[in-house]
């Protein structure tokens, strides 16, 4: 079975810094796909950026990238120019091709002024 | 393009007392999806729909749990009895054609007393 896991259940990190939000992943298969979600207060779920396991280059998204190393299961978030906007709670999550999203434990990220 | 629609956003409950979700999905969406989310947890999946079809219904509490898309559009959960531990967010996600491309909906809060 696919697991997920999140070991930091909070950070925090100043205004305009940069923070890295980490995600260790267990699977067997070798076609997947990797996300980061941000979920706000409002409890929207909101994708970040994704990374297709096929692929060797990390995604980019504006000031959001990620660390994918695929022999090490490992798939880390960074935040650049960190805004009050990014404060939110951010999920790790895994899908095989079928579509069923298999979500961490969640890190709350805290940007403070 | 109007995003995924859920309501009652909050709905308290006692225990032993019946509840049902809706869920509107983007128009045209052929996959439909309910997590439930508790509490300092990530969403699990309860169940997933292709069109009027189930896919995955493998972690379903089905003596408890029910859910229905007719006509492969609108779709309701449904909960009989529900349990203190039933106590969640319960997300709707929806996708087209690629299910790495999934449309959460705003959650309905259930607190169960």
């Known amino acids: 079975a696919q697991t997920v896991t999140q070991s930091q259940p909070e950070m925090s990190v100043q205004e305009a810094e940069t923070v890295t939000l980490s995600c260790t992943y267990d699977t067997s298969e070798s076609n997947y796909y990797l996300f980061w979600y941000k979920q706000p207060p409002s409890r929207q779920m909101i994708l970040v950026i994704r990374?297709?396991?096929?692929?060797?280059q990390n995604a980019t998204e504006n000031r959001f990238s990620v660390n994918f190393q695929k022999a090490a299961k490992s798939f880390s978030l960074k935040i650049s120019d960190s805004q009050l906007g990014d404060t939110a709670m951010y999920f790790c999550a895994f899908m095989k091709r079928e579509g069923k999203l298999i979500f961490g434990q969640g890190t709350e990220l805290s940007v403070k002024p | 393009e109007a995003g995924v629609a859920q309501s009652p956003r909050y709905k308290i409950i006692e225990k032993r007392q019946s509840v049902a979700f809706w869920c509107n999905p983007i128009s045209g969406h052929a996959t439909l999806y309910w997590y439930q989310q508790i509490l300092g947890q990530g969403p699990k999946l309860l169940i997933q729909f292709q069109n009027n079809g189930v896919v995955d219904d493998s972690q379903l509490p089905k003596d408890r749990f029910s859910a229905e898309r007719l006509k492969g559009v609108d779709s309701t959960l449904k909960i009989q009895p529900a349990k203190l531990e039933d106590s969640a967010v319960y997300l709707c996600?929806?996708?087209?054609?690629?299910?790495?491309?999934?449309?959460f909906g705003p959650g309905t809060r259930l607190t169960v007393t």
């Open positions: 996600a929806s996708s087209l054609a690629r299910p790495y491309e999934q449309y």
């Open positions: 990374q297709e396991a096929y692929k060797q």
